[in-house]
């Protein structure tokens, strides 16, 4: 009798609890998000105002990423022993000044440090909006919750276009940071209203661990980034140095996992001493939560990759506006947003592991259908219903995974749930651009290689004039600009251009299939994820447990199948 009392006393103190909380963390992660999508659609502005060329400000943006993902365990776990609300305000105020920074920035030197700086504190931001959500919802309303947030990414992104894009063709591209100051004035006065979260000033921070994760986290960024200039192998020109001809990006790689496995077994130790450490292993402590953890990897990666090649082939290929690429990929971006909004509602229904196979089959036919039928006319029938279909999968399982990982663990390590959601989230997303454009690229060169050689209009002279092993996705003007300064005739000029606008289109094609495989390979994590449904979450421990911190908690594999 008494549990059921309880039991209907939680629930009414559920329907009750305020969405006050929700849009903080809704309206941060649109400050964090949008901050990010403003400089990509100032693109222009910036680079004429600061006199500086268009790879500055990617430096910046990369800045801002390899930053928030270095120091993001180190974030959570400051917050946990300073208070999150106390730090997450503190956060959001030197957010606000760094994108004034970034507002009033007079040359690239400056547009660095402050979009570096931002990045640092979205490090401590990150864990603190899972902890919000942890703390104030529970069943429904969590899901609920944490769908508006992943659905607050591709938010920022429309909004980045509506209204940076507007700025930036009209008033200046500087007035989009200064509305992302007013949000964050706006954020840090709502802040208050936020219920305190018990800080943790016994927490010891082992720093060990965090150097060990920053410098593996930064070695693989790097790695990553570099495959598609420096070589995925071999030395091209690009690199800045070579290892007897290899290029530096795989040896980065490789040291990056050696650091990462050196990071984990460290903090297994630390674990089994019931020390203080970085990271807690008990949010990955069974088989099913590794297979969530991997869905949430491939769908990133996957999903950013696709979000990187339609783009550069609407823009690089077929020389589309910033304006017109995104208004082409709406139907995309908006269904993320719906699906990550909406999927809590099929929880009651649908096991997760079933939303996650669906998920990514949706997802890979979605890939084959756009892949089939590509023909560079963005508003034709099949490619919207595949650019629909993609975004309704890929937002479901992001909002998905997240919610399962979440729910899967105690409540007192709801920030090491968000840091690792974050680290995932910027890993998979970099990973999965670097990888696209390495293996687009690498197929692009190679049929243009072949289909050069065998073609009988193009002359061994005119090959070998060009060096086809720096081969990259042209414009046709680039391309006859790139001929002018060879022996290419008037027919093997219209030749060439024949031949590369078909290769652009395999490439891309391939590339998509690919992914779409990808997506298909996931299948198989996605039916190790929970059997449970909504409303049977495992018992979950009150933040001010001290215990949770140093006392390893046994987890039993067969209850979180």
Known sequence: MSTARTSAAQAASATKTSWIPLIVVVLTQIQASFAVNALTVSMAGITSDLDTPATSVGTAITAGTFAMAAFILLGAKIGSRFGTRRVFQIAVAIHAAAM???GLSQSPAMLFIAQASSGAVIALIAPALTVFIATNYNGAQQARAIGLLAAAIP???VLALLIAGWFA??????YSFALVVVLGLVNLLLSFRLKKVPAQPDLGIDWTGAILAAIGIILLSF???????????????AAPFDVLGISLAPLLIILGLVVGQIFFV????????????IFDLRVLATSSELAITACMAIMLFVGTAANFLIPLYMQVVQGLTGIQTSFSIIPYTLSIFLASTFVAVLYNRFAPRVLATAGFIVVAGALALIAFTIRGEWGQLFIVIGLVLLGLGQGAIVALVFNTLLSSAPKALAGDVGAWRGLVHNLAGSVGIAVASAFAVGMLASM??????EHPEISPQLIS????????FLTNEQLKQTLEGTSATPSEVAAAVELNAEARLRALQISLLGLGA???????????????IAGELPKQLEPNDNDTVDVTIPLNPESAA
Do not use: C, H
Not at 169 to 174: L, N
Not at 223 to 237: I, P, R
């Open 465 to 472: 004039e060009v060096n086809l092993d720096n081969t990259n």
């Open 155 to 157: 938010a920022a992104g």
């Open 100 to 102: 004034a920074g970034v």
């Open 518 to 532: 990808l997506a298909l390979l996931a299948i198989v994590p996605a039916t190790r994820m929970p059997g449970r």
């Open 169 to 174: 063709e009209s008033i200046g591209w500087r």
């Open 448 to 453: 243009v290689a072949t289909a050069a050689t």
């Open 223 to 237: 790695g990553f980034s570099g495959l598609a200039t420096w070589g995925v192998w071999l030395a091209t020109d």
């Open 266 to 277: 460290w903090i297994s130790r630390r674990q089994k001493q019931k020390r203080s450490r």
